[in-house]
Every structure is written in structure tokens, then in C-alpha cells.
């Protein structure tokens, strides 16, 4: 399991995500958060190779500061609906925009992840559909008003208020919230065979 | 949303489940706890008759101590595998068994609630595909060695150490982790429509 897996590793979570913070404790993983402040401009490449791009470059500052026995843990969350990205709503109208999209509609939910010290590491993405109910206006507005959206690709928290929302999804959950749990055990098992941890 | 609805009453949650209790208050409700001791004794029936079953038999015992400004909510999760119920495990030995049972395997979790008062209270279920990782012997010893399967119905728990072993599930994620909160909310606007609430 993970914990076996890092358990004589500082793991480095590259990620100021509250979020992610919470999941590293789920599965029993301490880890010190290092903020990188690289930009993560949206632009028209195939989301996938975007959100691994973002983790990697995350993952680059962070590492280039640590040592060997240092595992660096970086992640970026992209909502895809209909090929648009929705990024961090800029303000409430913006968030309430993104809801009306998402309402009634299926989106993708895609996090790329990037593993390990400057010179050794992998990179992997997983992807999950996530399916919304209609929302009605009040919903939308009494939604924006708690806060939640603000700092939330895509304007909706799948773990808090937002859950009301969500119908059903096919992939992983915790993808959804912010950091793939199963795709990062498979990258470290992988890089484990690969004997570069 | 679920809060306004709920804001005038007082809500009653029939269940000992802090799993449960986390979910309500992620979801802004703040409730009360009454746990019923009725028993839930896995029989042939229908899972999904049976999980409505259980949660009605819950609900009555404790809302028959309330009034009717109580809105009493209560749930029975249960896990099925290739037609077989897998309820919480006796011991050790049996939580191995159940984990073996479920690696590399798909298997569905089905959640009966029912919520209202003893007049009026509606029941509803939600089914959900859950995919596990195939398990090696090492990982069910050190998972078991955690404690977290032995009061969780089919040994393992979604939000803790055994996200690890999810692949993939679909449908609704907070059904696995033991209340689904799309249904509950679609219930209670179905309450709403009849005036019953």
C-alpha cells in the first residue's frame, strides 16, 4: 500500500489544495506542502498532456529545492465540458455561468500527476465522467452565495455543498476531488518495478 | 438545496454511523443522533427491498419517539457480490475472506433510506458499481492490520485507506460511503411536491 510504499520517503506535496492535503491524510500519508506559484495558462492543447505539462512544471519547481530522499507529489485538476476548459471562475458571475453549463450536462474531470525527485519521475492523468442534475436558478444562486465555488476548477466542490448536485460518475472520486489516489499508487508501483524508489 | 428545505425542522439521524454524520454536515445539516437497536438480519429478499426494509424498520423505532416538527432520516448500506450479501465482518478472518472475495471483482452497494415523520415518511435506494484493484496478500494482511474494515459492511471503506483499492465506480459516491445524498435530495423535493413537508 502507499504508506508502505513511501514510508522511509519526506514526501513534498507540490499543491496548496486543502483538498489534497486531506486525501495525503486519508490514506495515512504525512506530508509537508511546498507551494510552487508557476502559472497554469489554459491554452488549446489536448487537455491530458495540459494537465500533466501543469503538474510537471509544478512538480520541477518544487523538486529542483529538494534532495534525493525527497518524493515530490504535484497534481492539476482540468473540467472539460464539450472541449472548453473551465478554469477557476474569476468571480461569482463567472461561477454562475460555469453552473448553468454544468446543469443537466455530463462533463470530464481530468488530473495529471507527477512523481518523484528532479531526475526521476513519472507523470500520469486520470479521467472521470461526471454527470449533473438540472439546476435551477435559486439553486445556482444560494450555491455561489456559500462560497464554495470560488477556488474550484470548473465552480463546484464534489466533497462539500456540491455533492447535492452530482448524479452519478464513472471513474474515480477522489480524481474528482483533486488527486487520483488509485492512478498514484499505480505510478509508484510502476516506478517501484522501474526500481527508481 | 438540501438545508433550505430542512430549515425549519429539526433533523433526526437514525444511525450510529460517523461516516454518515460527516456527510450531513458536510452538506450544511446540522442533526441529532438516535440510534435504533433494531436488528438487520440478512435474508434472501431483494437487496434493494431489504436495505428499504432495514432503514424503515429503523426509522419507525425512532421516530415513534418524536414529534412531528422531526424530520427522521435513516439508511441501511449493503454490499452485494455475485448475488451474495456481504454485511460487516464477524472478525479477521472473515474480513480476509470478504477481501478476497472482492479483488479484481465488480460489486454493487445498495443504500435504503427512509426519511419523514412515523405518519409520513417516504423510502428510496440507490445502487452504485464498484470496481476493486486486484489484491495481493500482503496488501489485505496490512489492510485488515489497519482496523478500518471490521465495521464496515463488506470490510473495506471507500474514504479511508481503501480508496486505494477502488478503480473505478459508477454511480453515485456518497451511496458507497453509506448515504447517498442525490437520492435524499430527490426524495425531499418529491415530499415537498406532495405537501408532505
Do not use: W
Not at 51 to 62: F, P, T
Not at 73 to 98: C, N, Q
Not at 160 to 189: A, K
Amino acid at each position: 500500500m502507499i504508506d508502505k510504499i513511501l514510508k522511509d520517503y519526506n514526501v513534498i506535496l507540490a499543491s496548496a489544495s486543502p483538498r489534497r492535503k486531506e486525501i495525503f491524510s486519508l490514506i495515512g500519508i504525512t506530508c509537508e506542502v511546498v507551494v510552487s506559484d508557476v502559472a497554469e495558462p489554459i491554452t488549446d492543447e489536448d487537455p491530458a498532456l495540459q494537465s500533466m505539462r501543469h503538474a510537471r512544471n509544478k512538480h520541477n519547481e518544487v523538486a529542483a529545492g529538494c534532495d534525493e530522499n525527497d518524493i515530490v507529489v504535484s497534481a492539476d485538476t482540468i473540467v472539460v465540458l464539450d472541449g472548453a476548459i473551465l478554469g477557476k471562475p474569476r468571480d461569482t458571475r463567472e461561477a454562475i455561468s460555469y453552473l448553468q453549463r454544468l446543469s443537466g450536462n455530463t462533463h470530464t474531470v481530468i488530473t495529471g500527476i507527477c512523481v518523484g525527485t528532479l531526475q526521476n519521475h513519472r507523470c500520469a492523468y486520470e479521467s472521470t465522467q461526471v454527470m449533473f442534475s438540472q439546476l435551477c436558478s435559486t439553486e445556482i444562486e444560494h450555491y455561489v452565495a456559500t462560497g464554495e465555488p470560488m477556488d474550484k476548477a470548473g465552480a463546484y466542490g464534489i466533497q462539500g455543498f456540491g455533492s447535492q448536485f452530482i448524479r452519478r460518475i464513472e471513474g474515480c472520486y477522489f480524481n474528482v476531488m483533486g488527486f487520483p489516489v488509485r492512478r498514484f499508487y499505480d505510478t509508484l508501483l510502476a516506478m517501484k518495478q522501474e526500481d527508481i524508489i
